[in-house]
């Protein structure tokens, strides 16, 4: 029997071997039909990444799409994997896929072309270090390229690859690539972009793509794996030392450490650091790792940070550097890029998620819009899917923070919807407002606590919703009355009124409303902090601003009313004939006709008028309302 040859293979090595490389992160994108998926297949293909298996089920499966029997590969079938992509013939989600050479690591993002799934172009682009842009050479630079470029240079990709297509289509033509080429290094200069290589491929049948083709003897350049692997991506790391804490590891009582990765500078034992947004000074003690104490640790590494004493850190601070510590703000200018199927509307309250930190937000304004497209800058109140905003956004809490184009950990952030939990954006920070670090509280020694004691009450926000004409004001006047009389300290807020006040700038937009409510509440919690009951009569129609005006205020001060009364009946009433101008078309964003109201979840109080007369529902409201207020009861 002949002795059969020795395939021993030491995966000790191989994995040793396979660390040692550079990893390149990338993504492939461009308009719909401009070949990326096949693109990226070919690339998988020249790399020597396929099995016998996969290859052989790539030849079925393309002979089953061609129709006609033949064996030309359909190198896209590797890439897109969701059944509706082959059905369509475009890529919806973002395929990734990992794959080697004997000079580098790759992995690569395949983003979708669509202009409805630019989204998830961005996810895809957040992580990515270079950009491979792809262009149907028969049809130039089209508005989806552009976007896509300005949201790469946006996300700070700042090497990128243009791959002219579909050469074979253009019978090779030098002239049509090179002026492609020099439209597109144009384009990439007034975005930012500093490095761009160019060439001229044909994705499926290979030319430019795993090596040189010998079909385009005019051009002199490398292949395209040649460039993925040999660019160098390398960016200058921050020198001052950041990590978000990521959480506190304490597996017994003689143990405590700060765990998180690193995303900026280097940290060494015995070097000062503060806790942010704090000013909490200590000494690094230890730097524990999984594979032991190290004496330093930089830019990219996990680590658990021991200090040389107790200090009070949680889960969203940033360790810093103590003598170059992070800025710290809660107002900040920012670019965004919404993502939500509704719309952005200002003064909205969303989570914002940012490093390890998650703090409410609000979009205070929208300096402009921009046209992805010419970069043109547009007047804009509300931002739809795909836009892109240059916005100011404010914090309930301030944080530590660094610019996206110095730190992405640090300057980069999500916006979460509170109601859906839906990711609805992602956004750049800029740089802090000045009035974020130039207004501070001012300690006063009249707080609410004494002017409640001098008038012998708890104060209170009674919050009174509903549709219009359902009652809301007629019973608040009725409760007011009621308390009056008891000798309680009251005033009444009334959406009208208000109006005719503070409010008289704003109209019925969705974005109005919002600034509406924002207001409202603002002034109710000023008045229940000089000690009042107060009683805001307004439709409010949305859930979040009902939910971000309760969480102005401290436990229990906060009593949401329902006026729950059917649409029929308020149609009935009508006591301003709204409802018939709403109907005649004489009246836009009329809530309950053209505009939404959101019935509240769990009202504290809910209020059903069918069958009731005002009194006894304002009544009922007094009743409950004595009863939080530990008063006897009117019987």
């Not at 200018?333 to 703090?359: A, E, F, Q, S």
């Not at 001012?442 to 009174?464: E, N, T």
């Not at 109006?499 to 974005?511: Q, S, V, W």
């Not at 006709?593 to 529902?617: C, W």
């Amino acid at each position: 029997m002949n002795a059969q040859p020795d395939i021993t293979i030491d995966m000790a090595a191989v994995a040793a071997a396979t660390a040692s490389k550079s990893l390149l992160r990338f993504i492939t994108c461009g308009s719909v039909d401009d070949g990326k998926s096949t693109l990226l297949g070919r690339l998988l293909y020249d790399a020597g990444m396929l099995s016998d298996d996969q290859l052989d089920t790539l030849q079925r499966e393309s002979r089953r799409k061609n129709g006609d029997g033949s064996d030309v590969l359909d190198f896209s079938l590797l890439t897109d994997g969701l059944d509706a992509e082959r059905q369509q013939g475009i890529t919806i989600d973002v395929a990734y896929r990992y794959f080697h050479t004997a000079r580098r690591s790759l992995i690569v993002a395949d983003c979708p072309g669509h202009e409805q799934y630019t989204r998830n172009m961005a996810t895809g682009a957040s992580n990515a270090e270079l950009a491979v842009v792809l262009v149907d050479a028969r049809k130039g630079l089209l508005p989806q390229t552009r976007r896509h470029t300005y949201i790469c240079g946006l996300l700070g990709i700042r090497h990128v690859v243009l791959a002219v297509n579909k050469m074979d289509l253009v019978d090779y033509d030098q002239a049509t690539y090179e002026g492609i080429a020099a439209q597109y290094r144009q384009l990439a200069q007034d975005l930012g972009i500093t490095d761009v290589h160019c060439l001229p491929v044909a994705a499926l049948t290979g030319d430019n793509v795993g090596s040189r083709s010998p079909r385009m003897p005019w051009y002199q350049g490398e292949s395209l794996l040649e460039v993925l692997e040999t660019v160098d991506v390398a960016t200058a790391h921050a020198d001052d030392f950041r990590m978000p804490v990521q959480w506190v590891n304490r597996p017994d009582q003689s143990f405590r450490g700060y765990a998180g990765t690193i995303s900026g500078g280097r940290v060494a034992r015995g070097d000062e650091i503060v806790v942010q947004p704090g000013v909490q000074r200590a000494r690094i003690e230890r730097i524990v790792t999984a594979d032991g104490d190290l004496d330093s640790a930089a830019e990219g590494q996990a680590v658990t940070l021991c200090l040389d004493r107790e200090i009070d850190a949680s889960r969203g601070d940033v360790i810093a550097d103590a003598l170059h510590p992070a800025p710290v703000a809660d107002q900040f200018t920012c670019h965004l890029l919404w993502m939500g199927d509704t719309t952005l509307l200002p003064n909205r309250t969303y989570w914002m998620k940012i490093g390890t930190r998650t703090v409410n937000a609000r979009v205070m304004s929208i300096k402009h819009k921009v046209d992805v497209n010419s970069q043109a800058k547009l007047a804009a109140r509300h931002l739809d899917l795909n836009e892109v905003g240059y916005c100011t956004v404010g914090l309930d809490d301030a944080i530590a923070f660094e610019a996206y184009t110095a730190n992405r950990t640090l300057g980069g952030f999500i916006l979460i919807d509170r109601q859906s939990n839906a990711t609805v954006a992602c956004g750049m920070l800029d740089f802090a407002l000045d009035r974020s670090s130039n207004v501070h509280w001012q300690h006063m020694d009249i707080d609410k606590s004494v002017r409640a004691a001098s008038k012998g009450q708890q104060p209170l926000c009674l919050w009174f919703t509903g549709l219009s004409g359902a009652g809301k004001s007629t019973i608040a006047n009725l409760v007011e009355r009621r308390l009056h009389v008891l000798g309680y300290h009251t005033y009444l807020l009334d959406g009208d009124n208000v109006r005719h006040g503070i409010n008289k700038d704003l109209g019925f937009t969705p974005e109005a409303r919002v600034e509406n409510i924002r207001r409202v509440a603002e002034v109710a919690h000023l008045m229940v902090d000089a000690g009042l009951i107060v009683l805001v009569s307004v439709i409010s129609p949305y859930q979040s601003e009902r939910r971000s005006a309760r969480e102005l205020f401290d436990g229990g001060e906060f009593l949401e009313v329902f006026v729950d009364t059917t649409l029929a009946e308020c149609e009935a009433r009508d006591p301003k004939g709204l409802y018939q101008k709403a109907r005649a078309g004489e009246i836009r964003n009329f809530t309950g006709i053209d505009s939404p109201y959101e019935k509240p979840e769990a009202p504290d109080i809910h209020l059903v008028t069918a069958g009731q007369r005002a009194e006894e529902l304002a009544e009922q409201v007094t009743q409950q309302l004595l009863a939080r207020l530990n008063a006897p009861d009117l019987d």
